[in-house]
């Protein structure tokens, strides 16, 4: 049965720090990882992985996917209030191109 | 680029009403759409797969009489929740994805939908 598993399931800092958020995965015909950011309404598109080893950077964000050990982080540094969000990963597959979600890391980001 | 536009964003009606949400993307031709379902404090469901010129194909557990998924263009999906009851009250998301090369799937406001 395909799965992914995000941790912690909840975390709270105050601005300045640096979090890691985790995801692992097991699923079948894995094309890509990919991260999104949710607030109040749909899910905000951040990283989509398709390589092992290769960190990809957005501002304050970043993110690399680990093939061999079905792992991926998300790194955000210099944590601000506005970073309060669900973040949520998603493997997807190929054939239909669906993705699998975790149940998301609800980050909370204090002044 | 790449925006996905909902429709309504939030419906109340009685129970037994049929509703129908849309789903567009706006620039961007959308082979293939999705729809999932998103219970409070939970992750997102996938429902089913919505693909241009074809019948959908539904996860196990999802209802096909119950909700009926049509992608009649390549622009636009639409989700109809046949004789609503409370139970189906929910978020509802739908995303699409561009049919060319590794492109992210990109997801819509979302419907919130109350059944009384």
């Known amino acids: 049965e395909d799965k992914v598993v995000q941790s912690p399931l909840s975390l709270v800092v105050h601005e300045g720090d640096t979090v890691t958020l985790n995801c692992s995965y097991e699923?079948?015909?894995?094309?890509?990882l990919l991260w999104y950011k949710q607030e109040k309404k749909a899910p905000t598109f951040l990283f989509m992985l398709?390589?092992?080893?290769i960190e990809k950077k957005s501002g304050r964000l970043s993110s690399i996917l680990d093939k061999k050990e079905l792992f991926s982080i998300l790194n955000i540094t210099a944590t601000q209030t506005g970073d309060s969000a669900v973040y949520l990963c998603a493997a997807e597959r190929y054939n239909n191109n669906d993705m699998r979600f975790g149940a998301g890391t609800r980050l909370t980001v204090k002044p | 680029g790449a925006v996905v536009s909902q429709h309504p964003s939030w419906v109340i009606c009685k129970s037994g009403t049929s509703v129908k949400i849309e789903c567009r993307s706006l620039?961007?031709?959308?082979?293939?759409m999705f729809w999932y379902r998103q219970f409070p404090k939970q992750s997102l469901m996938l429902m089913a797969t919505s693909n241009e010129g074809s019948k959908a194909t539904y996860e196990q557990g999802v209802e096909k009489d119950k909700f009926l998924i049509n992608h009649a263009s390549l622009t636009l999906s639409t989700l109809t929740v046949t004789s609503a009851h409370p139970e189906d009250s929910s978020f509802y998301i739908c995303?699409?994805?561009?049919?060319?090369?590794?492109?992210?799937?990109?997801f819509g406001d979302g419907t919130r939908l109350s059944i009384l």
């Open positions: 995303s699409a994805r561009g049919g060319a090369g590794n492109q992210p799937q990109h």
């Open positions: 699923v079948t015909n894995f094309r890509s």
């Open positions: 398709t390589s092992s080893g």
């Open positions: 620039d961007f031709q959308a082979t293939t």
